[in-house]
Nanobody, 123 residues
Framework: VQLQASGGGLVQAGGSLRLSCAASGRTFSDYTMGWFRQTPGKERRLVSVINWSGRLTDYVDSVKGRFTISRDNAKNTVYLQMNSLKPEDTAVYYC?????????????????WGQGTQVTVSS
């Protein structure tokens, strides 16, 4: 699977962004999709994950109620709607794909990665 993330940018605190991750190369609907983020010197950590059908989702506590993950299997795309953004959300965001809906928080379980998109939230 080839993944292409987009939608990052500079936004003021309280603003919104929608990230997109377009997939190609394999059957997108077979894969669990995750959004991770990473800041300099820190580990890449899961933000949100969605199963193949879109019926199962999970979020890290710090983004619950503010971020929404969704997918459109007809368009081979997964989205991350980010509202009420905070400066601490500033990071490079990566999309990733794997089979199955277990061990979602372990980045080593993901087989395919997008190139990352920078999100910067100013205070």
């Amino acid at each position: 699977v080839q993944l292409q993330a987009s939608g990052g940018g500079l936004v003021q605190a309280g603003g919104s962004l929608r990230l997109s991750c377009a997939a190609s190369g394999r059957t997108f609907s077979d894969y669990t999709m995750g959004w991770f983020r990473q800041t300099p010197g820190k580990e890449r950590r899961l933000v949100s994950v969605i199963n193949w059908s879109g019926r199962l989702t999970d979020y890290v506590d710090s983004v619950k109620g503010r971020f929404t993950i969704s997918r459109d299997n007809a368009k081979n795309t997964v989205y991350l709607q980010m509202n009420s953004l905070k400066p601490e959300d500033t990071a490079v965001y990566y999309c990733a794909a794997k089979l199955g809906y277990t061990d979602n928080y372990y980045r080593t379980r993901y087989d395919y990665w997008g190139q990352g998109t920078q999100v910067t939230v100013s205070s």
